[in-house]
């Protein structure tokens, strides 16, 4: 393909938008990046360089073999990536974390993306939907939309682009409940449209119990809002737990921790309170803790679950968490190549999908890139496999996830399909990560994507 060739363009100019339009043009195939800033900026951006790093300058651990989002680097550095290449000529001394000099890094995106001979920058903003005539469109746009393209989003997909408080329940990895306290039953053995009866798991608290777990909430750490996020509402019916528990000692035995329709298995008799988990994914390996978003400390969130019967041992694939964001709906309204089932000629990738962080951002966009660029060039595009990070990732977003709780998520091996054996704890990861890589292997070799 030569720069004559139609160009893809694309909207947005963070990680996904930059990881995207080096694929594409890696790939021979011209594209148009779109940036809004410096014409119109936003409330948490400084600068207006391409894949500015807004908060953090950690990109978290590089430990490829036991931990997922060190797998996710080791898996965007085999598939060329310009992101994680421009990280590691960045990086800084963090320990066993991947941590880079913010500027440096940056810079180092922009100067090579406008180096590339079929890369153009366009410093403007897309108010609404993209021009007709643009047949092949990667919408990269991040958690501060503008706010025209996501009305226009969501008056499209018939969808809420939610532009509020999300509000996010802390997740828990199933192995790390402890099922000898904790139970399967629905209130009053009510089965759902899915379900069987016994569709969650029941942690009990007795009083004395109970009253400390409420007491720990209102006397937590939390976090404070970002100067930007104080004008935004929350939305309806997602108040932070300990919001509800400042209201009185009891509400939320009336509310989130009701223990009405359940009987305990041990001891016959209704609990005092209960905590109930909800499968998260389709695999079942990870549980949401119904009604639990908070602004709590992460610290305090962890010490403070871990006091609740049969989370004693919990570990977390996700803590709890209410913060402003824009992102769609994704396992309901996109297909398995990141395209708008509504309008196709559209893509999503980065944070507006609903994935949480720099990493999985930029892998997003890496998968997005790959997807329109073997569409120009005639090929049909293929998904990683899920048992890869990158792939876990997007069947997560693309459906893996519970369209009705569906939340912004880190990479983590919770979302990848078991491995076969009774491996646990470093064993298991070691075996999910050689899995993926190997797996990997197989993805790349018959499209191979330049990247240089």
């Not at 009405?260 to 209704?270: A, E, F, I, K, N």
């Not at 899920?386 to 069947?395: E, F, I, Q, R, W």
């Amino acid at each position: 393909m030569t720069s004559s060739a139609k160009p893809i363009h694309i909207v947005g100019g963070g990680l996904a938008g930059s990881e995207a339009a080096w694929q594409i043009a890696s790939a021979g195939v011209p594209v148009v990046l779109h940036e809004m800033r410096p014409v119109r900026g936003t409330e948490a951006h400084l600068t207006d360089s391409l894949a500015e790093l807004v908060c953090s300058n950690s990109f978290r651990s590089d430990d490829a073999a036991n931990n997922a989002v060190g797998l996710l680097h080791e898996e965007m550095r085999r598939a060329g990536s310009l992101i994680m290449r421009a990280a590691d000529a960045h990086k800084l001394p963090a320990g066993g974390a991947l941590a880079v000099d913010r500027h440096g890094f940056s810079a180092a995106v922009q100067q090579t993306l406008l180096a590339h001979p079929l890369v153009e920058l366009r410093r403007e903003e897309i108010a609404g939907l993209p021009p007709a005539d643009w047949d092949s469109v990667i919408v990269a746009t991040g958690p501060l939309t503008s706010p025209a393209l996501a009305e226009a989003i969501r008056s499209l997909s018939g969808e809420e682009a939610l532009a509020f408080f999300d509000a996010i329940a802390p997740i828990v990895h199933h192995e790390s409940i402890d099922l000898s306290i904790a139970w399967k039953q629905s209130r009053y053995d009510k089965s759902g449209p899915a379900g069987d009866g016994a569709d969650y798991l029941n942690c009990p608290l007795n009083k004395e119990e109970y009253e400390a777990f409420v007491a720990g909430l209102l006397a937590g750490d939390k976090t404070e809002f970002k100067e930007w996020e104080h004008n935004t509402p929350y939305f309806n019916g997602c108040q932070p737990i300990e919001v509800i528990a400042a209201s009185g000692p009891q509400t939320l035995r009336f509310g989130p921790m009701k223990p009405v329709g359940l009987r305990d298995p041990r001891t016959g008799h209704r609990p005092w309170a209960v905590v109930q988990l909800r499968q998260d994914n389709a695999l079942g390996t990870l549980w949401n803790i119904v009604g639990f978003q908070t602004k709590l400390k992460h610290g305090e969130q962890t010490r403070l679950f871990r006091t609740i019967p049969g989370l004693q041992g919990a570990e977390f694939a996700r803590l709890g968490g209410l913060h402003r964001n824009t992102f769609l709906n994704s396992p309901r309204l996109l297909d398995a190549t990141l395209r708008l089932k509504a309008m196709p000629r559209l893509r999503f990738a980065g944070q507006i999908t609903g994935c949480e962080g720099y990493v999985e951002s930029a892998a997003v966009g890496l998968l997005t890139g790959r997807f329109a660029a073997a569409e120009r060039l005639g090929l049909a595009p293929a998904p990683p496999p899920a048992t890869t990070a990158m792939g876990a990732l997007l069947s997560h977003i693309t459906g893996g996830a519970d369209a009705t709780t569906f939340q912004p998520m880190n990479v983590n091996f919770g979302l990848f399909p078991p491995i076969e054996g009774t491996l646990r704890g470093k064993e298991r990861k070691q075996a999910l990560s050689a899995r993926a890589l190997s797996d990997l292997e197989g993805w790349l070799q018959p499209r191979p994507l330049a990247a240089e």
